[in-house]
């Protein structure tokens, strides 16, 4: 018999415990002065590192876990359980970064990049522009022939990790007359000429996960940092982002069971009207139905990794997953705000940070329309 959704191997269950188990050791007490600094310390990113999951589906050969795709939607959701800004560095450096190098790259680039992606180098993964958002594919950056390799010139926008990123897979447009077939992926490092990091965002949400600004002027790259094909980077950038967007749903469940763990906790201690607030009907059914929206939430997140690890078609399940996730995560954390009263609504207190987190689920890798879009069109044929 085929098991429950939520029944994880033994090996998956203690792999999701050590990794929640690293998050509350590790991440918990820095939560707070992350968020307000909107910095993530190179101290923790470096435990990230030890404990295995910034390299979760890279074989051992290549110093990686040598895990799944299931692992790494795991690691996400135990980690934004307790700061999803730690969960979503853990995202695209598995599900985007290493998935497409993973996927797409030649022999020459997996040796030489997912070594390094393992051991200590984070990665970004840059497509939108100012002007290129949900029209991703309307974006301006250029690449050119240049002698034995490609300049680029054109900026980027939004690009998580930018701050810490070494290899940044970028897409720009080497034949703008061919429309999105001149789209093409390539490889870069920090340190290549013409490159720069620029702005970093001050953000709402996700506050200790930069987010930057790429500056590209006549920046060299090889051509054996082409991923994939040259002319084929739109295809790179649709497949990754269908499966990474299930890393976010993932990320959005951890995060409304983060919300539900800290008001289940705080409505036993809180007392009004001489009883915990927990003792009253109108409290226990509001969460009752938050329970609810978060389990129906991570059997959808589960099923679309699921359905990706054996190779099914998941690309409707992986935009419903996202869609639902997202919006529960803000319903659960407006709700733990709620129930903290005045508490919820102040910094010393885990609940309002969730709250303005949430809301980042509902735009990066496709915004709720977006995946509405996708849902319909497989729904209408
Ligand atoms: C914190 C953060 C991190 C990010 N990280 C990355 C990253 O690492 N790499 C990367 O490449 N990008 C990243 N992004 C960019 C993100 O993916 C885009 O912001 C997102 O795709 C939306 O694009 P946009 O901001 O241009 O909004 P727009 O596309 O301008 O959308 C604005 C509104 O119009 C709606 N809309 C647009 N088109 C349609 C339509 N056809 N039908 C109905 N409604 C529509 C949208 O749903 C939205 O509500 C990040 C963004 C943020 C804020």
């Not at 590790?26 to 101290?43: I, K, Q």
């Not at 953000?203 to 790259?221: M, N, P, Q």
């Not at 054996?310 to 803000?330: H, R």
């Not at 319903?331 to 102040?346: E, M, Q, T």
Request: aromatic share 8%; hydrophobic share 45%; with cysteine.
């Amino acid at each position: 018999m085929a098991p429950a959704l939520t029944t994880l191997a033994e090996d998956e269950r203690l792999f999701f415990d050590s990794v929640y188990e690293f998050a509350q050791r590790e991440v918990r007490p820095l939560v707070r002065d992350m968020d307000e600094s909107a910095h993530m310390p190179r101290a923790l990113i470096d435990k990230l590192f030890a404990l295995g999951v910034m390299g979760i589906e890279i074989p051992e050969s290549a110093g990686g876990a040598g895990a799944t795709f299931f692992h790494a939607v795991l690691a996400v959701e135990a980690l934004s359980r307790v700061d999803p800004s730690v969960g979503v560095l853990v995202d695209v450096q598995n599900t985007l970064v290493i998935n497409a190098l993973l996927r797409w790259g030649s022999d020459e680039l997996t040796h030489q990049y997912l070594p390094r992606l393992a051991a200590a180098s984070i990665g970004a993964y840059a497509l939108s522009e100012a002007g290129s958002g949900s029209d991703a594919f309307a974006l301006a950056t250029r690449a050119r022939e240049s002698g034995d390799g490609f300049t680029l010139t054109g900026r980027k926008l939004w690009i998580t990790n930018g701050n810490e990123a070494e290899v940044f897979i970028v897409f720009a447009n080497l034949n703008p007359d061919a429309g999105y077939r001149g789209i093409t992926a390539f490889v870069i490092e920090r340190g290549f000429d013409g490159f720069t990091v620029g702005k970093k965002e001050d953000k709402l949400g996700i506050r200790a996960s930069s987010t930057c600004e790429l500056i590209f002027e006549d920046c060299r790259v090889p051509r054996a940092n082409v991923l994939g094909e040259t002319g084929k980077g739109y295809k790179v950038a649709i497949e990754t982002l269908n499966e990474g967007r299930i890393g976010i749903g993932a990320q959005m469940v951890g995060l409304a069971q983060g919300a539900l763990d800290h008001a289940v906790r705080y409505v036993k201690e809180r007392k009004q009207f001489g009883k915990t607030i927990a003792e009253f009907q109108g409290v226990q059914f509001e969460l009752a139905r938050a329970a609810v929206e978060v389990e129906a939430a991570r059997l959808l997140v589960y099923n679309a990794a699921r359905l990706r690890e054996t190779g099914q078609p998941f690309v409707t399940e992986a935009a419903i997953c996202k869609l639902f996730s997202s919006e529960v995560a803000e319903r659960v954390a407006s709700l733990a705000v709620n129930l903290f009263g005045g508490y919820g609504f102040v910094k010393d207190y885990p609940v309002e940070k969730l709250y303005r987190d949430a809301k980042i689920g509902q735009i990066y890798e496709g915004t709720t329309n977006l995946q509405l879009q996708t849902i319909a069109k497989h729904l209408l044929g």
